[in-house]
């Protein structure tokens, strides 16, 4: 065990070595506050996890959009490189061609987090599973357990709340290997061309469908045998992330106007006809030899998945790498729960940080480490625990959880509070007469007008979080 006492400050104890517990334990040691990160892989696995390293990345390896002018993810990706995230950090380092979005190649993210993690002096990686709340004597502790939350801590939890938790379904899309695909049939494009971080706008593979193809495609998902729920699973979908077999079940155009949308596409075998259905694979390693299927989750048997996937077009072929699952995400009630700066109401000291606080997303999950991190840190040094403003995506994604859901007045005894991505919905209205008809521009309205106001929007967010973190306002604009 590595010695973290090179420091006056007492450590903190953070569980969980997930992306939030990783991000978490990096911002309290780069205050100068040493860190006790205990994580039970390597002790005790999971049902979704395959390696021991921390941040594993277990569904899709994709950080979604990087656009930090008009996207409200590209805006928190920013605003964590500002200040000084170590996940984006290493995300930079090891991404992936992929459009207009930033992916990861999973395995090289991951070393690189356990890696600088496990040299940084004041940091001490415990491999052992906590299975009660922290010891009193840790008097300052977060809990990052994540989705998979082991059950003896997950009970100890609810019996100090009092509430009971929500749980939804969290994805593994599967994985194709990329010389299994028929590429006489399908072709390399990113939707409208889009050019992202690493990428040249021909990032995903595309798999068209015709409709006579697209309606038997469907009938096979909704015939298809699913793996039936054990008991413990017997909770709510979350509508972010439905089971491609379910989405089907709602209805035969859902799926065309959903994950497998044909617009914006054009097959480069035949330029002249549209696509009625587009399904896209998305590269998931460095290498270029694997591809995960876009939006592809289900709870189909392994059999089924293989059958019916190799419907699609250019997959008739398709040999899986890692085909599809579903796993119980377990998340508390924060706006009840928590106080502004995450601390659990009825226990002073105790922080909670990403998935299990009702954020949804790998970015997202980091973020809220972040901000525990750095809350937890300036408690230890007795300094002001300073939230990031509300105009900024960091603070807009605190106020959700901490309180910004709507209530369900009509039930009031149904929770209300759901897990949620970032996105400009969270973010406060920008000043009246803020958007302004730019000059010579006669018609300015519908998606123009929502284009500018999410450049302001982000333009705003960049710099009050700049401001925040006490950063030039160039850095916010290069991040």
């Keep these: 065990m590595k010695n973290s006492s090179s420091s006056s400050h007492s450590p903190i104890h953070v569980i969980g070595g997930g992306l939030a517990g990783s991000e978490a334990a990096w911002q309290i040691a780069s205050a100068g506050v040493p860190v006790i990160l205990h994580e039970m892989r390597g002790v005790r696995g999971t049902d979704a996890h395959k390696t021991d390293s921390l941040a594993e990345l277990v569904c899709s390896n994709s ?77 300052l502790a977060v809990i990052a357990t994540g989705p998979l939350t082991a059950p003896g801590l997950a009970a100890a939890i609810q019996a100090e709340t009092g509430a009971d938790s929500l749980a939804f379904f969290d994805a593994i899309a599967p994985i194709v290997y990329r010389e299994s695909i028929n590429m006489d049939v399908c072709w390399y494009q990113s939707r409208y061309d889009k050019v992202g ?18 309606n038997a495609f469907v009938d096979a998902l909704i015939a298809g045998d699913t793996v039936g729920f054990k008991e413990w699973e017997g909770t709510p979908y979350f509508d972010g992330c439905l089971p491609i077999e379910v989405m089907a079940e709602r209805g035969r155009e859902t799926l065309r106007h959903g994950p497998m949308k044909p617009m914006g596409l054009t097959n480069a075998h035949n330029p002249t006809v549209k696509a009625y259905a587009v399904v896209q694979l998305r590269q998931d390693n460095a290498l270029g ?29 398709a040999e899986f790498a890692r085909l599809g699952g579903l796993h119980r995400n377990t998340y508390i009630n924060s706006p009840t729960l928590l106080d502004r700066s995450l601390t659990l109401k009825s226990r002073p000291g105790l922080r909670f940080a990403g998935q299990i606080t009702g954020c949804e997303g790998y970015v997202e999950s980091a ?73 010579g521009v006669k018609r300015f309205r519908g998606k123009d007008k929502t284009i500018m106001k999410r450049q302001l929007i982000a333009k705003r967010a960049l710099k009050d979080c700049a401001e925040w973190l006490g950063v030039a306002p160039a850095m916010a604009e290069s991040a």
């Design 63 to 139: 950080f979604r959009s990087d656009d930090a002018t008009s996207n409200a993810v590209g805006v928190i990706h920013a605003e964590m490189r500002m200040a000084g995230s170590l996940i984006m950090a290493c995300a930079d380092k090891h991404q992936v061609p992929a459009g207009g979005a930033l992916a990861v190649d999973r395995d090289g993210f991951s070393d690189a987090v356990t890696q600088t993690i496990e040299a940084n002096p004041l940091i001490t990686v415990v491999r052992e599973e906590i299975s009660g709340l922290p010891p009193k004597e840790w008097d």
């Design 289 to 317: 030899t694997l591809y995960n299927m876009v939006g592809f989750q289900t709870k189909l048997k392994y059999g089924a998945q293989a059958e019916i996937f190799r419907l699609i077009p250019g997959l008739e072929n």
């Design 197 to 214: 971080p690493g990428g040249t706008g021909k990032d995903y593979i595309n798999c068209p469908m015709d409709e006579a193809q697209y």
């Design 367 to 439: 973020s809220v480490g972040l901000m525990v991190g750095r809350f937890a840190a300036a408690e230890r040094k007795g300094e002001p625990v300073l939230l990031p403003p509300d105009t900024t995506a960091l603070g807009s994604l605190l106020n959700h959880i901490t309180g910004g859901h709507i209530v369900n007045d009509e039930e009031p005894g149904k929770r209300s509070f759901q897990p949620m991505n970032i996105n400009f919905g969270l973010f406060p209205e920008l000043e009246p007469g803020s958007i302004q008809r730019p000059e």
